[in-house]
Nanobody
Framework: QVQLVESGGGLVQAGGSLTLSCVVSGRTFSSYGMGWFRQAPGKEREFVAAISSWSGGHTYYADSLKGRFTISRDNAKNTVYLQMNSLKPEDTAVYYC??????????????????WGQGTQVTVSS
């Protein structure tokens, strides 16, 4: 069973930065495409970013977040990261990482992912 554990959330002032991490159990991490999603109170879960399997040579971002958020992966550490800069109060949400086996075509569809973490809270104060 694949397990995903997020960390790095917290309280930050508007304009600040945070880096989220997601560690994935198992020996086949590199074969998983990875995604980040978020869910704010009273709202549906929304796509943030995705990165391809293997070397992570392809990335995909929600249009509204391009330029502020960066997804990356370190296969040696079984970890995917989400670097978040210039944070805004509207970025406040629970952030989830997700894994999809052999993701050759990056997707923003939550239902396409096979495994999910429990989430980490990010709160941006104004």
């Amino acid at each position: 069973q694949v397990q995903l554990v997020e960390s790095g959330g917290g309280l930050v002032q508007a304009g600040g930065s945070l880096t989220l991490s997601c560690v994935v159990s198992g020996r086949t991490f590199s074969s998983y495409g990875m995604g980040w999603f978020r869910q704010a109170p009273g709202k549906e879960r929304e796509f943030v970013a995705a990165i391809s399997s293997w070397s992570g040579g392809h990335t995909y971002y929600a249009d509204s977040l391009k330029g502020r958020f960066t997804i990356s992966r370190d296969n040696a550490k079984n970890t995917v990261y989400l670097q978040m800069n210039s944070l805004k109060p509207e970025d406040t949400a629970v952030y989830y990482c997700a894994a999809k086996k052999f993701m050759t075509l990056l997707t923003a569809v939550a239902g396409a992912y096979d495994y999910w973490g429990q989430g980490t809270q990010v709160t941006v104060s104004s």
